[in-house]
Every structure is written in C-alpha cells, then in structure tokens.
Nanobody
C-alpha cells in the first residue's frame, strides 16, 4: 500500500507564496512520476504540474507556468510545489498523486494516469 500525505496549505494574501509538500510512504516507483492537481469549489479537478522520479523534466499547466515550481527529493520520497505570485483563482484543494510509470507529459495531465492520491490540502488566496 502506498500512502501520500500533503502538507503546507493555508491562507495567504494575493501575491504571496506557499510551499506544498507531498511525502510518499510504502513502496515507491522509480520509473513513475508525481503530480499535483487542484480542485476549486464547484469545479472539476485539474492538472497543475508533474515531475518524473528518474527523468530531469517537468511539465506545468498554462495557468501556473512561470509562477509554480515542482521539485523532488528522491531520498526523502518527497515532492514539493513552490507557489509564487498567488492569485485568488489559485484557491483550491491541492492533491498529490503518484503514477507507477511515467508515459510522458501528455498522458500525465489526466487523472486516470495516476494510481494513488493524497487527501488534499486547502490553499486559500485572499484578495
């Protein structure tokens, strides 16, 4: 069993920054990837960013590109999401997800690509 736990959410003023963390326990998948999704109230869950465990590449949604940075610490089984220049429209529950295998950035944008999900952490950006 794989468990993902997110942390770092909270309330921040527009223009501020937050750093989210996702730590995986149990088995890890060296050929897989870790992604971040978010779901605003009343909206569908949407892709934010992805990073493979064993490839030096990242991918972002257009809405966060240039503001958010995804990174990883393989030794700690941890993936980070640094969020800068936050906007009220970034308000959402942010979910960490793990995929057993990485199939490229095109497939990693879809929920069905991932095998495990965390419970989410709330990010609220005030205006």
């Amino acid at each position: 069993q794989v468990q993902l736990v997110e942390s770092g959410g909270g309330l921040v003023q527009a223009g501020g920054s937050l750093r989210l963390s996702c730590t995986a326990s149990g088995r890890t998948f060296t050929n897989g990837a870790m992604g971040w999704f978010r779901q605003a109230l009343g909206k569908e869950r949407e892709f934010v960013a992805v990073i493979p465990w064993s490839e030096d590449t990242t991918s972002y949604s257009d809405s966060v590109k240039g503001r958010f940075t995804i990174s990883r610490d393989n030794a700690k089984n941890t993936v980070l999401l640094r969020m800068n220049s936050l906007k009220p429209e970034d308000t959402a529950v942010y979910y960490c997800a793990a995929a057993k295998a990485y199939s490229g950035s095109d497939y990693s944008r879809y929920r069905s690509f991932y095998d495990y999900w965390g419970q989410g952490t709330q990010v609220t950006v005030s205006s």
